[in-house]
């Protein structure tokens, strides 16, 4: 099981982990971990993680479920890794039909991880978040990549979208590991998505995206979608031959794309690789001069019923990725401060993230400080 100081390395749980999280998560977060720990210690070559609940849509701060999410399952798992196997680069790739806001939110600020969401756009479906022009914070301007996706895509937008902005990104950045969050909710089947996916297309997704580690998230069709999927994936980053694999009711004429999404998916490619090439030039004219750059969000709990209202600040910092902060009240009654000193940040940055802890005002119920550098979490 995942512990609750895996769970502070990553989240502000309002007012505690023990108020917010299950038993049940950490178990989930714990088979996540002892998955990555097998492919780190060359136990296996690949590792799936068949494990739930899922956790993609937990952000930073957590005063709830959120998308059936309370923590961040993989980045959990991740921070855990990286505290005892030290740092790496990582790749996040986001298959599951809806934006993974919360892993965004997470990582908006680390160049070390690149995070790429493909996802059916979300003027159609939950969270209504994953637009193009979210493109990461002032330390990781350009590495948050959003690839909506029109309703009813199909294989060949999928796998268009893969071939042709996923993996030159990727051969690009290259990353130590590559991580599929392997929502299979855009299942032709799915109760709750518009989406026309199959098991042979996540199968050919995960054999030419080739993740080190693939870890389950959303997915609803139970019968109808998730053995066959979940088998496909296996059989492939096995390196078996998946080609018998077919749900019931398979007909690929009647599922194939039209020629208006195909077009529009196309569209959208270009655009998101483009911004990609030009990340650098884009960052001068939006970031560039700045000393701190300001994010103010709303965040509804649809499961629990709660709104949050947040302002985050980044610091642009010459040496480091920058300490950064969260002010954050919700309809519940809490407002907290929330203070993060990233990984590789440099000695102001750290003392200014402790003089922020210090001399926070008494108007918040609790104040944070994640210390990534000494692996310390402050409350008060």
């Not at 609940?53 to 952000?59: E, K, N, S, V, W």
Request: a negative charge; charged letters at 25%; proline letters at 4%.
């Amino acid at each position: 099981m995942a512990d609750e100081r895996d769970v502070e390395r990553v989240h502000f749980c309002v007012p505690d982990v023990k108020s917010r999280v299950t038993q049940s998560h950490l178990i989930s977060a714990g088979g996540a971990i002892r998955a990555f720990k097998a492919v780190m210690n060359k136990k296996v070559e690949k590792a799936f993680a068949l494990i739930r609940p899922p956790g993609h849509h937990a952000q930073r701060v957590v005063y709830g479920d959120r998308g059936f999410c309370i923590i961040n399952i993989e980045a959990v798992m991740l921070e855990r890794i990286r505290q005892e196997y030290g740092d790496l680069r990582v790749a996040i790739v986001d298959t599951d039909c809806h934006h993974g806001d919360g892993t965004q939110d997470i990582y908006w600020n680390d160049k070390d991880t690149l995070f790429i969401s493909f996802h059916q756009d979300g003027r159609t479906l939950y969270p209504g978040t994953g637009f193009i022009d979210e493109f990461g914070g002032p330390g990781a301007y350009g590495y948050n990549i959003n690839i909506p996706l029109p309703p009813a895509t199909g294989e060949e937008g999928f796998l268009y979208v893969l071939d042709n902005v996923v993996l030159p990104i990727l051969d690009e950045y290259k990353p130590d590991i590559i991580i599929n969050s392997a929502g299979q909710d855009n299942h032709y089947t799915d109760p709750i998505t518009h989406m026309n996916f199959t098991a042979q297309g996540y199968a050919e997704l995960n054999k030419r995206l080739n993740p080190n580690i693939a870890v389950l998230e959303g997915g609803y069709s139970i019968e109808g979608a998730l053995p066959y999927i979940n088998l496909g994936i296996i059989l492939a980053m096995a390196g078996i031959d998946y080609s018998k694999v077919h749900e019931p009711g398979y007909d690929r004429e009647k599922l194939k794309q039209s020629r208006d999404i195909t077009e529009y998916v196309k569209k959208v490619a270009e655009i998101v690789y483009n911004r990609w090439k030009d990340r650098d030039n884009l960052y001068i004219k939006d970031i560039r001069g700045k000393d701190y750059v300001q994010r103010q969000r709303q965040v509804y709990y649809d499961t629990d019923n709660i709104m949050e209202y947040q302002t985050q600040n980044f610091k642009v910092c010459k040496k480091c990725s920058g300490v950064n902060t969260i002010d954050s009240r919700s309809d519940t009654g809490y407002h907290i401060f929330g203070i993060t000193i990233p990984r590789d940040a440099c000695s102001s940055c750290i003392d200014e993230g402790y003089r922020l802890y210090k001399y926070a005002l008494n108007k918040y119920t609790s104040v944070y400080l994640q210390d990534r550098v000494n692996d310390k979490y402050l409350a008060k």
